[in-house]
Every structure is written in C-alpha cells, then in structure tokens.
C-alpha cells in the first residue's frame, strides 16, 4: 500500500505466506518537495500457530534478531479490525519488550475496514476495549484503514485514503537514518 503497487507477498489463506523477514525500499515524495528513502521490514506473523508458516518461537525469534541486528525508528503495529482480541496485547507486550518501547514508537495500523461508512469510526467504538486491554496509550499513534482497492478498484479512494494516514504517521513518527547508520545496517544485513 504504501510503495503505491504490489511489492511484499500477501495472502487469504488462513497460515502466513511471509516465512522471512524481507526489506522494502519505498521512495517518498513529500508536497514540500523533499525526497526520503524508507526501508521496511515486512516479518512473519506472530501468531500463526504451529501450523503457520513460521511456528510462533521461530517468529518471535525471527523478530528479536531483526531488532538486534538494525537500527528499527518506528514499528507499525498491524491489527485487523475484526481480530480484537487479547493475542493483540501479547504480541504488543512481546514486541514492544523487544523494541524497549521508550526508545522506539509504535503506531497501531487497523486494517480490514473497508465496509466502514467512515473507517475512524472503529477507533471510536474500540476505543473503550483498547483502554480495558491496557493498550490506550500504548501507541504513539494510530490509523483506521484498508489495504485493499477492492474488487473492480471499488474501494480506491479508501485505498489512497488510507495510505495517506500512514504515511503521515511515518513522517511524525519515523526520523531519517543517518549515513552512519547506513553504513552499520549494510554491513549487518548480509549476516540475516
């Protein structure tokens, strides 16, 4: 969604289809007229199960030695809007541990709202769950969206929509990486 095309796997099925962390270079022009370049990590799911893809230690795993291993400036906490349920604070508790959540922010991304006459609106009829689950204000901040244009491109505007948001929260959220750090993530990357 956010590189504008298709660029990491996605799937129906009800095990993962991502079995290893893979970066995504995305390029971002700003109205401002500034030029960034992002790396994201698209990971195993965290709660597949046995049967996933990726069993649920190996992912945990998986994530602790992306962590250890870059630099990370902002995780993108993805959720669907139909799955609230208390997996959602285990893996946050799990990953915001690993991140040390003080050095690190967190934005929740809250997929799947598509049907929604207005997606903002789940945030306000969750909002009241998410505190009872500890979680309001765990996140930095958050995005009610879709990641689909839907069949026929029926949901394009929500699809653009949505990009915006998250793309708003990674410019607040997310500072650029330093030539420096380029150099360390480089020569880290080849041992993943």
Known sequence: MLAGELRAKESNSPTGCTSSNNSIEISKGWPDGA????????????????LGS?????AVTNLSDLFRELIVHLII???????LTDIVRVNYD????????????????????????????????NKEIIKQMGLASAFDGYACVTTTKGKDGIHWREYENSA??????????CRPTTTLELQRMAKKVRFL
């Open 54 to 58: 990726v069993p649920a230690q190996a």
């Open 35 to 50: 030029q960034t370049a992002y790396t994201f990590w698209d990971t195993p799911g965290l709660n597949e199960g046995e």
């Open 94 to 125: 799990l990953v915001s541990g690993i991140v040390r959540k003080k050095e690190v922010p967190i934005i929740l991304v809250v997929t799947g709202l598509e049907q929604e006459e207005n997606m903002d609106d789940w945030w306000k009829r």
């Open 77 to 83: 906490y993805c959720i669907r809007g139909s799955r």
């Open 164 to 173: 915006s948001k998250v793309w708003m929260l990674v410019k607040k959220f």
